[in-house]
């Protein structure tokens, strides 16, 4: 039994972590599949509804090094609890709300809560597993994670038009006992870091992997993000004259092709772990060069060169999580949840500045070309970061990390 307990136990602990993040995922996406009632609800247009999506991501991003500050010292086990506890509470406020205030109110609190509980399973399965496991396990929670925003639409938009909003959100808030449940039960907690956080925090800075993950988060993964997040449906439909329908098949596509994706870099960073940069830099190169196919292309672009382009980005979620793989092995145990935290904080900054920054284009001159051309500024200088932060890496002499190398 004892034996069993302890090899298990790795395993039991991450499976709370999961079920924890799935459901902060389904909170995250929960505005996005109703965001046609939320407009209605709220009095709103589109710009409205992508202000509030914003302002919950903005808040997530911003809570990014606090969160990780406090992961490192109150354990993982505390910090679900409490991101679930928020993440309900923000649902309650959305069920209530009438006002856009009120949906304001809601999301900060959703955000805020979900800003706690990716760091907190990472920070799991760091001290739980052994070195080699962690990239392909990382890239398995992140894969589990879009299991649950697929898994969020259809039972949002059935209940919203059965039962209506307040109903709704209210069973989205239940979600939340559920997860807080499951945590409290199965995961415990290692030991806690003495140090003093604002020590974590500088040392975490100072230590160039740390940055060199920061910026492997923000140049990889803010193209798809802000796709996904926002911009891709408008782009397809608008901008390339697609239908409804077609669009929504190649952004499930993406999502697909992500989630088959991540196994395989998992296995690539963990097998391969001094081949890590060349890995980040080829996905900023190929879904640079085919957003330029497609940015360049006269007239509307053919079909088969818009799924390429999704096979392209199908690879900047997977290749934003090879980030949190230098933050680890950059990093002692004692200062990862802070060190994760300036890595996905990096990663969500740029991904809200893209999108925002594709909004104002779009307002100034209306064609969707030259608003996506705004990603280019953030695929050049986070790749020439990454660069920069490898060779500052690589200098440093690494005694106490097996494969602190870039
Ligand atoms: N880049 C994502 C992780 C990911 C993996 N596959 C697709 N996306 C990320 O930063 N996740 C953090 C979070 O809170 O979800």
Redesign the pocket.
């Known amino acids: 039994m004892g034996r069993s307990w302890e090899t298990r136990k790795p395993l039991i602990f991450w499976a709370a972590g999961v079920v924890a ?1 799935m459901v ?2 389904f909170h ?1 996406q929960s505005l996005g599949v109703t965001g046609i009632d939320a407009q209605a609800r709220f009095h709103v247009g589109a710009a409205g509804l992508a202000s509030l999506a914003m302002l919950q991501l903005l808040v ?1 991003a911003a809570m990014q090094i606090p969160v990780g500050l406090l992961v490192d010292r109150l354990g993982s086990k505390r910090m679900l609890l409490t991101g679930a506890t928020v993440m309900a509470l923000g649902q309650l406020v959305f069920a209530a709300a009438t006002t856009l205030p009120g949906a304001a109110a809601g999301r900060i609190l959703v955000g805020c809560g ?2 706690m ?3 907190s399973v990472i920070r799991i399965v760091n001290l739980w597993f052994p070195p080699r496991r962690n990239p392909l396990i990382v ?1 398995i929670t ?2 589990l ?2 299991i649950g925003a697929v898994a969020s639409a259809v039972p949002l938009i059935t209940s919203l038009h059965a039962h209506g909003w307040t109903p709704t959100f209210l069973g989205a808030a239940a979600l939340g006992v559920v997860s807080a449940l499951v945590v409290g039960v199965a995961l415990r907690d290692r030991t806690r870091d003495s140090g003093t956080a604002a020590l974590g925090l500088r040392a975490a800075w100072a230590e160039p992997g740390t940055r060199l993950g920061m910026w492997t ?1 923000a140049a990889t ?1 803010s193209s798809a ?1 802000a796709f996904t997040l926002l911009w891709g449906y408008p782009f397809l439909v608008e901008g390339q004259g697609l239908t409804p329908r077609t669009a929504g098949v190649l952004l499930t596509t993406l999502t697909a092709l ?2 088959a994706c ?1 196994p395989a870099l998992g296995y690539l960073a963990g097998r391969f772990p001094l081949r890590r940069s060349w890995m980040v830099l080829t996905i900023v190169a190929a879904t640079g060069g085919a957003w330029t196919v497609v940015l360049l292309w006269k007239g509307p672009v053919p079909l088969w060169m818009l799924v390429l382009l999704m096979v392209a980005m199908a690879t ?3 290749g ?2 090879i980030g ?1 793989d230098f933050a680890r092995t950059f990093n002692p145990a004692k200062r990862i949840g802070v060190a994760t935290g300036i890595v ?1 904080g990096g ?2 900054v740029a991904s809200v500045a893209l999108i925002a920054l594709i909004g104002i284009s779009m307002d100034l001159q209306g064609d969707y070309r030259w608003a996506f051309a705004v990603q280019y500024p953030i695929w050049i200088f986070g790749a020439i970061q990454v660069l920069r932060y490898r060779a500052k890496a690589r200098r440093l002499p690494r005694l106490r990390l097996a494969t602190g190398n870039a």
């Open positions: 993040y902060a995922v995250r997530y979900d800003a509980t990716f760091i890239q992140g894969l994670g879009q988060h993964q993000a992500s989630m991540g900047n979620g997977p934003s999580v949190f996905n990663g969500f």
